[in-house]
Structure formats: C-alpha cells, structure tokens
C-alpha cells in the first residue's frame, strides 16, 4: 500500500500540462482507509487535500497544474474510483446587465465615483422579534403573489410550521426586517450551555454537528457563521460579476414574514428560511462548496433546498460534475426536494434544455428530486431569457420585473438604475424560490405526504398557458391556491 501511495505522489510532476489546479477525487474505500497517508503522500507535492465527509470525495488543490500523463495515472490507481475538476459553479447572470453597454457604463462611473460599495463586515446575528400585526403594505407590488393566488392559498396553511427551506445561495441579510423572524433557528446552538452562555456565540459546537455556533446556517465561501449576503459594487455587477444582493432577494420570495405590518411576504410567509452562502460576492463558488452546503442543508432538517445557481451551458463537460450528481442524489435519497433554475440562457436568449448540447445544470440533470423551473412575465409569456425543456424544465414561475427583499432592510423590483436604463430582478433565479416557498407551503399543510406526492401535485396543479404548452412537463405556471386543494 505504502509503495503505491509512494508512487501516486510522484506521478503528479510529470507529463504536459492539464488545464486545472483545483480537482475533486473520489476515493475507493481502500483508498479512504488510507486517506491519512494519501493526504500526507499527496501534500508532500506542495497540495492541500481536504476531506469533504462525503461518499468518499476529496479535494485536492496543487500549487502547480496537473499534467496530462500524470492525472491520468492518478485515475487509473486502484485507489481512486474517479477524478475530476472542482467545477466552477455561478449565479445565473441577470439578462438586463448583459445589455448594458459596458463602455459607456464604465465611462460614467469613473466620472461618478460615489457609487455604493459592499459591506465590508458581516453584521451580528439579530435575535428573533416579536413580530407586529398587520397587512403587508408592499405586497401588492408582487404581482406574482398575486399571480398565484398566494392569499387564498394561506387561508388553509397553518399559521405555525417547522417546515424548512435552505436558501443555498449568497447569503442572506439576516437583519432584514421582513426576515428575521423567519430565520431558521438551530435548536442545537439556542439557549444557554451548563455555564450559562449563549449557545449561539459561546465558540462550542454545541450539537456535534461540525459547525461551531451554527445558529442560522453556515457561510462556505469564509467558513464561519455568519452567512450575511455581501453585495458587490455597482462596477462588479455591471462588469456581470457581482452579487446583487441576489440571496437575500430570493429568500423574501420563498418566506418573507407575512402579517406583521412589513413590506411583503413570501409565498410561505410562516416557515423557516435556512441561511447558506456558497457563492462570493463576485457570485463564484465551486463544486465541493456546493456540495458541503447541499450536505449540511440536508443533515441539519432543511424540507426543500432552493437553488438559484449552476451553469448556463458555458462550463466544459459540467454534465460530467459526477461529485454534484452525487450529492444531490444524497438530497435525494433523505427526501429532500432539489428546486433549481431553469437557466438564463446565452447572452440573454434563452434555449431547450433538453435538446442544447450544454443545457443549464443543475436543473438538466435526470434525477427525480429536481424540480426545474421556467420562468414567466405578468402577461404569462415566457421570459425572453428563461431556458425551457418538455423534459427536463417541470413549471413557470413569475420570474420577471419581482418585487422582493433586498440587502438592508430594503425592497425592490429593480437591481439599480443606471444610464437612464432599469435593471429589473429578472431571472429563473426569481421563479425558483417562488416554487420552492410553494412546496414548503403545501409540504406544511400536508406533512405526511411524500417528495414524490409534493412534485406531483405541484406539477398536476398547473394551469396551463399557451407559452408553456410544450415547453415545460406541466405545460404551465404555478398556482398556490390551486396546489393547496389538490
């Protein structure tokens, strides 16, 4: 065994370049048996490895590329079952900033130098409220909740739940006013320990989970726990690389608090929203930091993982992303239902899923968990920028011009004016966690169905449009108040 890790180790300085640093390597359990001496054998190559506690993945970054001949000896050792790049993984671009003419944007901006730069702490973790009483006085700004019957359909929600949605994203404003009291609270980090300190800021992994003072979810990007939505500067976005503030946008649609006299409310406005940052400010992330947040969405109770994230069909072989596949088969195999974006399409034009040869993923990937979602206009028209896919593409959802939470305990439709030129929320990254709040509506309501029972019934549920008929399974949009009497 010693000879062959010894051998492994060397073979990583020979041959041509590859063309990555960055790779995930799953191990045979011969070779996770010896993962200490892998680690040791392989660091010695001037590597990091880390164990991501998952059917045997590992992590391995180089400081120098892996050569050609080299990384195809690491696949043929009998202790490795499969290697491949950590993939990059993204927030799905806005399709109004890519029609921004770049030039004269950056022109105006180093004329204006005053614009709004991204927070640069993470803020302290509010405790709950007591919530007031109240209409909502923003809500009818979302057309989409008007859209989908969303009053109606609460009249039979219960008005307490334990259901819980991850919004596996880039963060989120935890301070935000319409939020806060949704936040999911991990009951093993709340409350005071045997000395009499706070659970949630004593620096003990109080519950054995991993996370030390995991109180409202985690951040994978720092690793630490304040999981708090950083916004890129106007510059970043514009350059369409920024974060927007994109996952605290999306966790208002799935639950803001409804009835307290605050801004809006979500499609579920009474169940828990579980914080998980995975993507930067630049709204990067990688493949093994999605499947840690996926993993501890899952381990810690998360219902429905709500995802706005993946490839636009621009990464090579992403449908290869072996690592991704299996950890939302592990989403699977605990029932917890994968919501994904259909995807923006290319340059803002969208495409089929099931026909493209680089169709959106997540959302493409042929598993039975994933509900992928389309997204849909006020005039239930399909976005002009949503991919689609009889297939592969289950539901619409309102996904354009989306009225919502934003970072500061702000609200709006539009990421920023500029140049005389709005830039609305649109994007399948918006009709997702409009299904994903929908399911964890219904789920609430019906706590002994199955994952299977909750996707069907919001598939049968749809009403259809003619701008879907053929596009998407259902061959058309949500409707809550239709999905709550099915």
């Keep these: 065994m010693k000879k062959t890790l010894i051998s492994l180790a060397a073979l990583l300085t020979i041959g041509q370049m590859a063309q990555a640093k960055d790779y995930l390597v799953q191990l045979t359990p011969e070779g996770m048996q010896s993962f200490e001496q892998f680690k040791v054998m392989v660091s010695g190559q001037d590597s990091a490895v880390e164990n991501l506690e998952f059917n ?157 003072d995991d109180s409202i979810g985690w951040d994978f990007v720092t690793n630490d726990n304040k999981p708090y939505d950083l916004k890129a500067s106007m510059f970043e976005m514009i350059m369409g690389g920024g974060n927007p503030g994109h996952g605290t946008h999306c966790a208002g649609n799935v639950a803001a608090r409804g009835d307290n006299g605050k801004g809006v409310a979500g499609v579920a406005p009474n169940v828990k929203i579980m914080s998980i940052r995975f993507l930067s400010e630049k709204g990067q992330g990688t493949t093994a930091d999605a499947i840690k947040s996926v993993k501890y969405a899952v381990d810690n109770g998360a219902h429905i993982l709500s995802n ?100 500061g305990s702000k609200y709006d439709d539009k990421v920023m004016s500029f140049l005389g030129q709005d830039i609305y929320w649109d994007g399948t990254s918006m009709a997702t966690p409009h299904v994903a709040g929908a399911a964890a509506l219904y789920w609430s309501t019906y706590p002994n169905k199955s994952w299977q029972e909750v996707k069907q019934a919001l598939i049968s549920s749809a009403v259809e449009v003619p701008a879907l008929r053929g596009k998407v399974s259902s061959d058309g949009k949500l409707n809550v108040n239709r999905l709550m009497t099915y």
Excluded: C
């Design 56 to 212: 045997n993945w590992v992590q391995v970054k180089m400081q120098d590329e892996l050569t050609v001949q080299s990384l195809q000896s690491l696949k043929n050792s009998k202790l490795v079952k499969h290697v491949q790049p950590n993939y990059k993984l993204s927030l799905l671009k806005n399709p109004n900033l890519l029609k921004l003419n770049q030039q004269q944007a950056l022109k105006e901006l180093a004329k204006n130098q005053k614009e709004a730069q991204k927070a640069s702490d993470n803020p302290a973790i509010p405790a709950p409220t007591r919530p007031g009483s109240g209409s909502d006085p923003l809500f009818d700004k979302q057309w989409g909740m008007l859209d989908i019957e969303a009053k109606n359909a609460w009249k039979s929600a219960p008005k307490q739940t334990e259901m819980v949605v991850a919004v596996i994203d880039t963060g989120v404003d935890y301070t935000h006013e319409d939020l806060v009291d949704n936040l999911w609270r991990n009951p093993g980090e709340t409350g005071q320990d045997a000395q009499g300190r706070d659970k949630a800021t004593n620096g003990i992994d109080d519950d054995n989970n991993g996370f030390v």
């Design 308 to 407: 706005s994230w993946g490839s636009e069909g621009e990464d090579n072989n992403s449908a290869e992303n072996k690592a991704l596949k299996d950890i939302i088969r592990y989403s699977q195999s605990e029932g917890r239902l994968f919501v994904a974006a259909a995807g923006n399409g290319r340059q803002g034009g969208g495409y089929n899923n099931d026909t493209d040869s680089k169709p959106a993923f997540p959302a493409s990937y042929d598993m039975d968990i994933i509900v992928s979602v389309a997204a849909i206009d006020a005039n239930d028209a399909l976005g002009s920028f949503s991919n689609w896919g009889k297939r592969t593409v289950d539901i619409g959802a309102p996904g354009v011009k989306v009225f919502s939470t934003t970072v």
